[in-house]
Every structure is written in C-alpha cells, then in structure tokens.
C-alpha cells in the first residue's frame, strides 16, 4: 500500500502552517443546536416581539434600528412581552443530534434595554420524538446544566456546563422577561450506535461526532464547514482558503468519531466555479489520535485526482478492509471544496466501544427505558444502571443472573452482533 509523501521542509512551512504560522484556529465540538444539523425550537411561553425559531439562526444577529412592523421594533432574536405577572419565560429546544454539552452561549446582541436579567438552563435525555407535551409532564427529569444567572446586554454570555451525560433536549429559561438574540449549545455529539449497525454511513461526519482536529489556513471560511451533514447553499458555507503563491499545498485532517473501512469518498466542489481545488488526495491513519499532518503515519487512501468546479466526484477508495481513525485530505494547490464525506461501515471493534460509551453517557432515566424495551427484567435494570460505567466484564458482576432473560438482546444492542 503506497504510503502518503513526507512533506518536503518547504511544504511543511508553507502548507502544514497557516497565514500566520499556526494553522486555521479550530473550536472543539459543534453547535449541538445548529438548524443544520436539524435542530429546532420546540414551543415557547410566548414570542410576542420576536420569533423563538430565531434563537437557532445560523447568521450572527443583525440590526437596522428604525425599522418597525405590526408588532413593534423589528428585532432579529427571540423576545416576549412585558410581563406584568410573576413568573418567567421559556423556550425548548431539540438539539440536532444529541450529545455531551460543554459551553452555552447566550447571545442578546443588539438587546440593550431589553435583555433578560438572568437565565438558566436545563437538559434532559428522551428517546424517541417527544411532543412539547410530553416534555412537560412531571415524568421527565430535567437536569440543571446552568445555574440561575446573571444576563449582560449586547454580549455573547458564555457558561462552562461540567455535565457529562448525553442529552436531547434543552430548555432556556429567562427571568423575568426580555429578548435573546441566539442561543449556541456547543458539544461533542454522541450517537446511538444502534442505528448505525449494517450501514454505509458518512465516517467523517459530525453528526456522528467527527471533527477538523487540523488545517492549513481557513483564510475566507472554515474547514469545519466540510463535514457537516447539509448540502452548501452557498460558496460560503464551503472551505475556502487564500490564493497561494508558493509551491505547497492546503490540507486538512479530520478525527473520526467511530474508526471504520472507508469504501467511497465523496469530494463537492459545489458553488465553487472559479476557485475550486485543482485536485486533492487522501490518506488515512489507524493513530488515535490524529497524528500531525506532516507524520509519516498516513497511508494513501486516494492518490492526487483531479477535480472539476461545481462538481460532485464520487472516487473508489484503495484501503481495502483495514478501518482507520483519522483521514488526511491534500488540497492542491490551494482553493475551495464544499463538502468531503467519507463511506464505508463502521469497524466492529469501534462500534463495541461506542455503544459502551452511548449507553454510560445515558441520564438514569433514559437508560433505565433502554433495558425496559430490551427486556431485561425489572429486577437487573437498576442493578445494571448503577454499575455504571460499563466494561467489557459488566456480566461478571451479575453472576448467575448474567443468564436472564432479555441480558442477551441488551448485549447485543450495546456491542453490535457478533457476526458484524
């Protein structure tokens, strides 16, 4: 199996280092309530000023003042009316994909006079497609992800959430009234792998938790627009980086989620008519993680191909049956893509882990449901829910009722079937 070049020094300055040496600045994790991962706003206590499906817009809000419709001020964001009665205002959104929160961003840009005084935050994990209703019955455990606080105008409020379950759902709420211009709930997503088992999926997605951990210059738009799971609108919404003067080239290195054997790439030059790559190659690694992208530990995947403009290439991946955990893609010499997505199954190794690390990351409640709908008698969920964490020796700890029925459908829904 070829294996990739060793970037020459001048390559390595040039390509491996960004317009100011270090590389395009990437943020850990995603917007877990980005519209297009496919979140949405679901109920509001009210939205007499402002819409609440605002809160998600992917644009950073804007502002024209002087401009007014049949309900005041027009405003980019969510915001109630004057409350005149206790009480306070809410807004429920259903994350995009579900997933470990880290930071929330509540953002009342352009709200000077009428911001809310405070906030807090709620999350909880449900299985399924639950109704606004249905969240609000007193059956469903809501966790406190931010405290009750303090809310400051026209700023970007950013709180560090030390929470490491898996959640669906969150819930803002806003004291005593006012308006939010967005709402960013950044994470690392985490699938059921259960929905995965059997399939091609897209390895590099972040639907799935994949990430740009490298790139060599996000001049005009980021590389982290590559693996998201919508189609590009826009040239925009794409990787596009300066004009090149040198003899290297661009690069980017994504970390897979779950390490699988790619079979298809799927390279989108989509919207980019005159600046689109010339070419591109690819590479792939089993090193977890990453490694740098100027390592030797890459092994070709796709040797230079060329790329038209505005085109979807579909090309054969050469690896064959070994899984990897990470993929380089060379862009020559500089340019724009649209979107790279990566086929193939999922490696069985990692998908047993993955369902280990899905089902610890549960809240009790939806874990408890997981065992009820395997079957798993009543007498073994609670027992098997505080052994939490889960490893590979979790039926040891049960003894002779490690035989009960229902155990075995669990255990093959946590690990995948053996035959995979």
Known sequence: MP???????????????????????????????????????????????????????????????????????IVDGWETRRRREPGHDWAIVRLGTPGIVTTIDVDTSFFTGNFPESCSIEATGVAGYPSPADLAEPSTEWTQIVPRSSLRGD?????????????????????????????????HPLPDPRGLDGLTVDLTSQEYGSAVVQSSDGFYTSA????????????????????????????VVFQLAIAGCPRRAVVDTAHFKYNASAGVALYGSVEHPAPPAESADWTELLPRTRLQPDTRH????????????????????????????????????????????????????????????????????AEIVRLRPLTDAWQDSLGKRATSTGLAEFATQLEGAPDR
């Not at 877990?32 to 509001?44: D, E, K, N, T, Y």
């Not at 919508?230 to 003067?245: K, N, P, Q, S």
């Open 224 to 251: 982290t627009h590559l693996n998201r799971p919508d189609t590009a609108r826009t040239m925009g919404e794409g990787w596009e980086t300066r004009r090149r003067r040198d003899e290297g080239h661009d690069f």
């Open 3 to 73: 294996r990739a070049p060793e970037p020459s020094s001048r390559n390595r300055t040039a390509s491996a280092l960004g317009p100011h040496g270090g590389g395009e600045p990437l943020t850990a994790g995603v917007d877990l309530a980005s519209r297009w991962l496919g979140a949405s706003v679901m109920a509001a206590s009210d939205e007499s000023f402002g819409d609440k499906e605002n809160l998600l817009d992917p644009s950073p809000a804007a502002f024209e003042p002087g401009r007014y419709g049949n309900r005041g001020e």
């Open 314 to 381: 579909v090309f054969p991946v050469q690896l064959g049956s070994r899984a990897i955990s990470a993929v380089r893609l060379d862009a020559f010499p500089d340019g724009g893509l649209s979107r790279v997505r990566l086929l193939g199954p999922i490696d069985p190794a990692a998908r047993r882990l993955a369902g280990y690390r899905w089902f610890n990351a549960l809240p009790e409640q939806q874990a408890a449901q997981t065992l009820t709908e395997a079957s798993v008698p009543a007498d073994l969920r």
């Open 155 to 187: 700023t970007h409020n950013t709180f560090p959430v030390g929470e490491t379950l898996r959640f669906t759902h969150v819930r803002l709420s806003i004291f005593p009234d006012g308006g939010v211009a967005r709402l960013r709930v950044m994470g």
